[in-house]
């Protein structure tokens, strides 16, 4: 198993996406996004495309994960913590001396706990509100 940056066509992306159960946009638009997102990573079982992780943001103060999907045959296999702290390095790397940024994500309904185990907190909490989101369509 191996990781690589920034290599993973939109086709890939698309059958990625669709492994795990959701309904993906088209090619034009994965290569709109693909194209302007700050890293994708994606995990290779030699050249099979298994697992990808995408992360927009703006380099300064905000960090986005989106699209996080492991081929169902190989969950459970220690793939996503490859590339979730792929993520995690590439954030470090872009970081200056006395830099904290925020990444946040939307968890699918019952992954929370996965996502704990890498320190991300569940809102509401304590001290802040939900999350938000809406779609936006073409009007
Ligand atoms: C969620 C997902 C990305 C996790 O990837 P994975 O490769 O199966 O996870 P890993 O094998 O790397 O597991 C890493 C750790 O998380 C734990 N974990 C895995 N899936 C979990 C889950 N659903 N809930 C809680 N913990 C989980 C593992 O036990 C492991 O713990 P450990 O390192 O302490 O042993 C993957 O299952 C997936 O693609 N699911 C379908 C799509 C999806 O829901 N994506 C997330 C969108 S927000």
Redo the contacts with the bound molecule.
Sequence with gaps: MRIEQDRLSAAQFKDLFKS?GWQAPSLEQIEVALSNSMAVFCAYDDEIPV?MIRLIGDGGMSFYVKD???RPQ?????????LMESVEEYIQSQLKEGWAVSLE????K??E??YE?FGFEVRPCAWDGAGMFKMVRKK
Excluded at 74 to 82: K, M
Excluded at 105 to 108: E, F, G, N, V
């Design positions: 795990v697992g996080f999907a492991i190989y969950q459970g296999q220690g793939i996503g913590r490859l994500l939307i968890s699918s019952g992954k706990s996965f185990k």
